[in-house]
C-alpha cells in the first residue's frame, strides 16, 4: 500500500523565516533550498545538511548570526533533502542512505551554481558529507562536522526511536507538549518551557486533533527498526579521511548520544590540524545560536575561505 502524503502547514512557525525553491532531482523527488546572503565567487558558500530526519530549521538562529558576524551577506545555504521538511518524500523507502543523500547534495550544488562549498553536516548531515567527499573532492573547500563522524553510537538511534514513538502515541495538545517537555528537558537542562516547545516545532505539528505528525517522512525511522541497543555499528574511518582533501572542523556537544567521546577524541587524534570544540550543557541537535560557537565557526569560514583564494590566486 502506498504511503499517504505527507502534508507540512504552510504556516507552520519553524518555517516562517525560510523561504525556500525547490530543486528537482534524479529520483523525481525535489529537495527545498533556501539561500541567505548573496552567492559569489568570492565567497565560499556554507551549505547545512540537517540530521537524520531532521530539517533546516535547526540551522536558522545560526544562518541569521553567522550572515551578521560575516558582513550582511554571507552565502549560507540551508538544505532539506528528500523525506525532511519542505522537500518531497522519496518514492522507494530502500532509496533512502548517505550515498544518494550525497548525490543529491551535488545536484544541488550544481543547480545553484556552487562549485566549491563549506559542508556543515550535523549528525546524518555529517555523513553525508563526509561520502561527498569521498566521490566529489573538488566539491570540498572545507567541512565542519557537528555530532558526527564515522562511527553511530547505537544507543542514541535506540533512543531517537523510542522517544518518537512515544510522543506520537499520545494524544491532545497539552498532553503531547508535556511529552516533548519532558523529553528534551534531559538533552537542555534549564532551557525554558517556550524555547522547548519551539525545538519541538522544529521536528513535529500539532494537528487539529491534537496529535504529533512528524515534518519527515516516518519511513526514514522504520529503516531504523533492526538496530539494537548493544548493537557496535561498522566504522567508516576511510570516509572520514576522506576529509583530508579540504580544512575540517569538528565540534561535539557535551550531552549528544549520537557521537561517543572516544570517537571524537580518535577524530581529533586522526586530524590534529583540526579545530577542535565542544558545545557545553547541550545535546543532539545542537541549539547552535550561541555567540561563541558561531564565531568559532565563522572564524574557521573565513579563514578557510581567504586560504582558497589565496590558492586561486
Known amino acids: 500500500m502506498a504511503a499517504m502524503p505527507r502534508t507540512v502547514p504552510a504556516d507552520h512557525p519553524a518555517f516562517a523565516a525560510l ?36 530539517n533546516m530549521s535547526d540551522f536558522t538562529a545560526f544562518a ?41 547534495l551535488a545536484s544541488v550544488m550544481a543547480a545553484l551554481g556552487i ?12 555523513q553525508v558529507a563526509m561520502t561527498l567527499a569521498a566521490r566529489h573532492p573538488l566539491l570540498i573547500a572545507g567541512t565542519v562536522l557537528l ?14 526511536r523510542s522517544n518518537l514513538a512515544h510522543v506520537e502515541a499520545l494524544r491532545g495538545a497539552k498532553v503531547v507538549t508535556a511529552g516533548f517537555r519532558r523529553i528534551l528537558g534531559g538533552d537542555y537542562p534549564g532551557l525554558p518551557d517556550d524555547r522547548l516547545d519551539a525545538l519541538m516545532g522544529r521536528s513535529h505539528f500539532l494537528d487539529r486533533r491534537g496529535r504529533a505528525r512528524p515534518l519527515y517522512d516516518t519511513r526514514l525511522i522504520e529503516a531504523l527498526a533492526s538496530i539494537n541497543f548493544d548493537d557496535v555499528l561498522t566504522a567508516q574511518w576511510p570516509m572520514f579521511d576522506a576529509l583530508t582533501c579540504a580544512p575540517l572542523m569538528l565540534l561535539r556537544t557535551q ?46 569560514v573565513l579563514h578557510t575561505n581567504a586560504r582558497a583564494l589565496g590558492r586561486a590566486a
Open 19 to 54: 523561504l525556500v525553491t525547490h530543486v528537482a532531482l534524479a529520483a523525481g523527488a525535489r529537495a527545498a533550498v533556501h539561500v541567505a546572503g548573496q552567492l559569489s565567487s568570492r565567497r565560499l558558500p556554507v551549505v547545512c545538511i540537517p540530521g537524520y530526519q531532521r
Open 64 to 104: 541569521a548570526y553567522f550572515r551578521r558576524v560575516g558582513g550582511g551577506d554571507w552565502p549560507v545555504v540551508l538544505l532539506d533533502l528528500p523525506g525532511r521538511g519542505r522537500a518531497d518524500d522519496r518514492k522507494k523507502a530502500g532509496d533512502y542512505g548517505s550515498q544518494v543523500d550525497a548525490a543529491d
Open 115 to 126: 562549485s566549491r562549498a563549506i559542508i556543515l553536516g550535523q549528525g546524518h548531515g555529517g
Open 147 to 160: 555530532d558526527s563522524g564515522p562511527v553511530t553510537d547505537s544507543r542514541g538511534i535506540v533512543r531517537l
Open 255 to 300: 550531552l549528544t548520544d549520537q557521537l561517543r567521546r572516544e570517537t571524537f577524541d580518535e577524530m581529533t587524534r586522526r586530524r590534529p590540524d583540526a579545530v577542535a570544540l565542544t558545545i557545553a550543557g547541550q545535546g543532539s541537535p545542537a541549539l547552535f545560536d550561541q555567540r561563541e560557537e558561531i564565531e568559532a565557526v565563522a572564524e574557521f
